[in-house]
């Protein structure tokens, strides 16, 4: 039966189980000063869905699923870690029937742990020479090379080369009629002939042993490495956010005991916050697909995980130094209260800089375009939007920091329910004139049309709202709006960090929507369409909310509203064939509507010619995250970046479903000088003239 001999040439090999408990202390010590430093934040449950959680362990984990998103690095990360599975996974089986007597490694199973051993495990090698070039010899701005780096490449090869080696010596020693599945070392093994067996043993035993050792080390060096994210990753993977993303979390302003309103200190975020900046792989995928970043501005989204995270650890030092000088707070940074020793002492007390302002600048803060692109390419769910909104709120509502142009827009939507400051009673005038009716008008209407402050006020966009008043009237829709009843859905409000006006908006809406018994909403921006679908049910609006590109497909299928694809395309310069389509962050990224614009183009008789960037990885407008209403102060605009790549698709015809969106590009064209060039229109205004 296909076995060999374990613990051949070996003495006193029960001393691996000292080492072994020795290197466990070491592991189990450091992670749990880990989780230490994870509860010095609020609790917070990631325990629903569990079936969803576990299966996300197999696909993100195991298949490595958004890793592989990148060729290079993912196979690269692939082969390292099936290789390591796969060479515990044999270290068990050993370990079961040479110390625990259960006779298993033989036969069959033999030769299938032989075979995949040496196959992964040589595939392991090959990845750590591809890290190795990737990392010392290619250099990508996006990684940080530190010691640690290089030490924990050594440790992995070194271990598996030696694993290899100590395989050869015995083949060159022994007859191992099996030797050819461990082909490998099989084939090492003539290296080796020539020596005697006196030496052969000598060198196996001595290599065995620096092998043994060098595992235990990586073992318990483990908590104390970037290896721990072979744990935490995994970790993070199944703690990761299920249902609609982006919903900041809600304050409840009647709450009496609420001191403090947004977060600056690590005690007031939750301890999944925490566990993140722990978890992250530094790997920068965040930071290559970051507009603020990619445009020259000072954030990085990687650093800001990065910098929390040192922070975090420089906090745990200084609380064990204050609890040293104050015995009394000792018992208070026991287990679960750590957060209370955290919140009993201030920076000042604890010698500490401020989160905001100095470990993670203001200026940082305010750029992000909360466009998500960062957290969509991140392998393990890094979840950075969250706490730049978290933390904006703080500098909003009780600092009062925030850009002059905000000041504005927060007035406007105070004084007149929308950012452009237009009297609130003339909200409904325009849509009047195409034709619409309000709810109090057409009390039957079976559809709620929310144009938006956009499709309100701004007179580019009131063109796709009266082209998508034609589509519903040529399709026979029952639809009224709210006229001067509707307020701006509060989506700008709440990602600049004004939490009190966005909920003093949405409940006002949401007041006027039930009133007159509201149930389907449709809108053509993707900000009312997200706050209105996802945000407001928290606030008692339950609605089925659809984005306009969603309904117009319903509408398609059921034959309500007919195309013509030839069209006639004189008022818009449509005679062209070929479209390229802008992805909106807040339509894509945010809720996953990526098939229904493309559908409604291909439907009109279009090609589309997709731009570099696109779907999930498109590239952000700029005016994500309320930035439509601030100014861009360094590097290049993001618009225009943007706008670049759009031109660059050779198109006739940029697309998109996003009044933000419409207007960046728009200016974006104008900067280019290309007006007369190109066209920037919205999905509405290209059906309308396909419309048989």
């Known amino acids: 039966m296909a076995t060999r001999e374990l613990y051949w040439n070996i003495e006193h090999h029960w001393l691996i189980y000292p080492m072994l408990i020795i290197a466990l202390g070491f592991f189990c010590y450091g992670f749990y000063q880990r989780y230490k430093l ?28 958004r890793i592989l998103k990148e060729g290079f690095p993912g196979i690269m990360h692939l082969f390292i870690f099936w290789g390591f599975v796969l060479l515990f996974f044999a270290t068990i089986i050993v370990a079961m029937q040479a110390d625990f007597g259960i006779n298993m490694f033989n036969g069959g199973l033999y030769i299938f742990i032989k075979i995949t051993a040496n196959a992964f495990g040589l595939l392991a090698i090959i990845g750590c020479l591809m890290a190795i070039w990737r990392r010392y010899g290619q250099r990508p701005d996006r990684l940080d090379n530190k010691k640690d780096d290089a030490i924990v490449l050594a440790l992995i090869l070194t271990i598996l080369l030696t694993g290899f080696v100590i395989q050869a010596v015995r083949m060159a020693a022994i007859e191992d009629p099996w030797g050819m599945y461990a082909f490998v070392g099989y084939a090492m093994a003539p290296l080796f002939k020539g020596l005697s067996n006196s030496t052969l043993e000598g060198i196996h035993a001595f290599l065995w042993w620096f092998h043994f050792i060098l595992v235990m080390f990586f073992f318990g060096y483990f908590p104390y490495s970037k290896l721990s994210h072979i744990f935490l990753a995994p970790a993070n993977q199944f703690l990761r956010h299920h249902g609609p993303i982006g919903i900041p979390e809600n304050i409840d302003f009647e709450d009496e005991g609420l001191e403090t309103y947004g977060k600056s200190k690590l005690s007031e975020f939750s301890w999944k916050t925490l566990f993140n900046t722990d978890a992250c792989l530094r790997c920068g995928r965040c930071q290559d697909n970051c507009p603020a970043y990619l ?250 909310v659809l984005h306009h590109t969603e309904y117009l497909n319903e509408l398609l299928a059921s034959g309500r509203l007919k195309l013509n694809k ?127």
């Open 38 to 65: 994870w509860q010095i934040g609020q609790p917070e449950n990631r325990r629903k869905n569990m079936v969803k959680r576990i299966g996300d362990i197999f696909v993100y984990g195991l298949g490595h699923k």
């Open 295 to 544: 445009s020259g501005k000072h954030l990085n989204p990687k650093k800001i995980i990065q910098d929390m995270g040192a922070y975090i650890e420089e906090t745990g030092r200084a609380l064990k130094k204050a609890h040293r000088a104050k015995p009394a707070l000792e018992v208070a940074a026991q287990g679960s209260e750590i957060a209370a020793a955290a919140e009993a002492l201030t920076e000042e007390e604890l010698g500490l800089p401020y989160l905001i302002g100095d470990v993670i600048p203001e200026e940082d803060l305010w750029d992000c375009t909360t466009c998500r692109s960062c957290e969509e390419q991140c392998p393990i769910f890094i979840e950075h939007v969250d706490k730049t909104i978290d933390m904006r709120r703080n500098l909003v509502l009780m600092e009062s920091r925030f850009p002059p142009e905000a000041q504005l827009a927060f007035r406007n939507m105070e004084n007149n329910s929308n950012p452009w400051g237009i009297g609130w009673s003339s909200r409904g005038d325009f849509l009047k004139t195409v034709g619409c009716l309000t709810l109090e008008e057409n009390p039957e209407a079976e559809i709620l049309y929310f144009p938006g402050c956009s499709g309100s006020f701004d007179a580019r966009n009131q063109k796709v709202s009266a082209a998508l008043v034609k589509l519903l009237k040529a399709a026979e829709v029952n639809f009224a709006i709210l006229g001067s009843e509707e307020k701006c859905c509060g989506d700008s409000a709440r990602r600049l960090g004004n939490e009190y006006l966005f909920q003093a908006l949405a409940q006002e809406n949401i007041e006027t929507m039930n009133g007159y018994g509201v149930k389907t909403i449709i809108t053509q921006c993707p900000h009312c369409f997200n706050t209105l679908k996802n945000e407001y049910p928290e606030f008692g609006g339950n609605y089925q």
């Open 566 to 692: 030839a069209g006639g395309g004189s008022e818009r310069g449509l005679n062209t064939r070929s479209v390229t389509y802008h992805d909106s962050c807040y339509l894509g990224r945010y809720n996953t509507i990526y098939t229904e614009p493309r559908r409604l183009l291909q439907a009109a008789g279009f090609h589309i010619t997709e731009m570099a960037r696109h779907h999930e990885k498109s590239f952000c407008c700029g005016a994500g995250g309320g930035r439509m209403w601030l100014e861009e102060h360094h590097g290049q605009r993001i618009n225009e970046m943007r706008t670049d790549e759009a031109m660059a698709a050779g198109t006739e015809v940029v697309s998109t479903g996003c009044p933000f969106c419409l207007t960046m590009i728009n200016d974006g064209i104008a900067a280019r000088e290309a007006v007369e060039r190109v066209k920037v229109l919205d999905i509405a205004e290209i059906l309308v003239e396909r419309m048989s």
